[in-house]
C-alpha cells in the first residue's frame, strides 16, 4: 500500500508509534483534514484529541446541515465528564452525532435544532441508522 492508498475507516498502516513514516508523501486528504479542535479555535485545551481521547470531526453537509462524529480514541472516553461536554457541544451546533467507539460501534444522536427528515447524511456519517433512539451510554438530549 502507498501513501495515496489509505481507505476510509481503517487502521492507517503508515501510522508508527512515533508519528507518520508518510509525513512528507501522505495523502491529500490527510493534508486538507482539520479536526473539530483545530476548527473551533475556541475549544479548551482539555478538548484537544490527545488529552480528551477523542477526535472529532465537523463538517457542513448541505446549506444548514452539519454533521459531526466523535472518534473514541481511548476507552471510556466517550463516557467521561470532558467528553460529556464535547458532546453537548457539538449536538448544539449540529443536525447530528455520530459517534464511534473505540470498538468500532456506531451510535447516532440527533440534535434538535435542523429537521434532517429529508436531508440523506453521508455515508461516512450514516453506518448505523439503527441506533439512531438507543441512548446506551446515558447521554441526553439537550434542551430546545
Ligand atoms: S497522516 Fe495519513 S498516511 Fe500518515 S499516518 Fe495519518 S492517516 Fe496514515
Redesign the pocket.
Known amino acids: 500500500m502507498g ?1 495515496d492508498d ?1 481507505p476510509a475507516g481503517v487502521a ?4 508508527t508509534c512515533t ?5 512528507e508523501n ?2 491529500t ?2 493534508r486538507r483534514f482539520e479536526c473539530a479542535f483545530l476548527k473551533a479555535r475556541t475549544w479548551p485545551v482539555q478538548w484537544r484529541p490527545d488529552r480528551s481521547g477523542l477526535l472529532c470531526l465537523s463538517e457542513l453537509l448541505s446549506p444548514g446541515v452539519w454533521g459531526a462524529a466523535v472518534y473514541e480514541l481511548v476507552p471510556g472516553r466517550l463516557d467521561s465528564t470532558v467528553g460529556r461536554a464535547i458532546l453537548e457541544q457539538l449536538l448544539a451546533q449540529s443536525s447530528f452525532v455520530v459517534l464511534i467507539t473505540r470498538d468500532g460501534r456506531r451510535i447516532l444522536r440527533q440534535g434538535l435544532r435542523v429537521d434532517t427528515k429529508e436531508h440523506i447524511p453521508r455515508p461516512h456519517f450514516a453506518h448505523d441508522q439503527r441506533a439512531t433512539e438507543s441512548s446506551p451510554r446515558g447521554y441526553s438530549r439537550p434542551a430546545p
Open positions: 501513501p489509505k492507517c498502516p503508515h501510522l508519528g507518520c513514516r508518510e509525513y501522505r495523502p486528504i490527510c
